[in-house]
């Protein structure tokens, strides 16, 4: 079987990382984000359950009786530990989800060219050699903080510098412009991804 060309896209809160995996999905990729697993893991996984209520409590469940984001988030952005703890917990599961995700792909007929997965912490948290190619996604600070969705915080603090991100990633998109734009440099790229896809399978063949 030969699985998809495996892409991630990253990037600053308010960059455009879920603008490019759209447009990706729209050119004919498979795709995840990482903010979808952690959803999945939260709603249906028991042992992530209990975990969190034996770290902070019932508090953090919602009316359903899953651990709502909300309420961890309020938690953990405060506390270093906490936050510590939360992805030590759910980094490894994501990662795990993901290349089940992956290789189940790779079983369709046909199966994809292209999956891409959108991945904020993937240079922070060393997941680029899961990646084939990886796609970083900039923009200027004040563009990037009038277009979060979230209320101002620390979580940039964490970050990679993005000067560092484009210099280990293999392409990379500054989001100042339109969709439109975004999305005819996707499509560009999807033609380049293909044309590796073809070059891969001829060297196994």
Not at 151 to 160: A, C, Q, T, Y
């Amino acid at each position: 079987m030969q699985r998809p060309i495996a892409v991630a896209i990253t990037g600053g809160i308010g960059a455009g990382k879920s603008a490019a995996l759209a447009a990706f999905r729209a050119h004919g990729a498979a795709t995840v984000s990482s903010d979808e697993i952690v959803h999945h893991l939260l709603a249906n996984d028991p042992d992530v359950r209990t975990r969190l209520v034996e770290r902070f409590g019932e508090r953090i469940l919602g009316e359903d009786g899953a651990p709502d984001r909300s309420k961890i988030a309020a938690i953990v952005f405060g506390d270093d530990e906490a936050l510590a703890f939360l992805e030590a917990l759910l980094h490894p599961l994501v990662s795990r989800e993901y290349l089940v995700w992956r290789e189940q792909l790779a079983t369709l007929d046909p199966p994809p060219d292209v999956c891409v997965t959108e991945v904020p912490l993937l240079y922070e948290s060393g997941g680029e050699t899961r990646f084939d190619r990886v796609v970083v996604i900039t923009a200027p600070r004040q563009l990037r903080e009038q277009r979060r969705q979230v209320p101002l915080d620390n979580r940039d603090d964490r970050l990679i510098d993005d000067a560092e991100k484009v210099a280990r990633s293999d392409f990379h998109y500054v989001n100042t412009g339109t969709f439109e734009d975004l999305d005819a440099w996707v499509a560009d790229l999807m033609l380049e991804l293909a044309g590796l896809m073809t070059e891969l399978a001829n060297d196994t063949s």
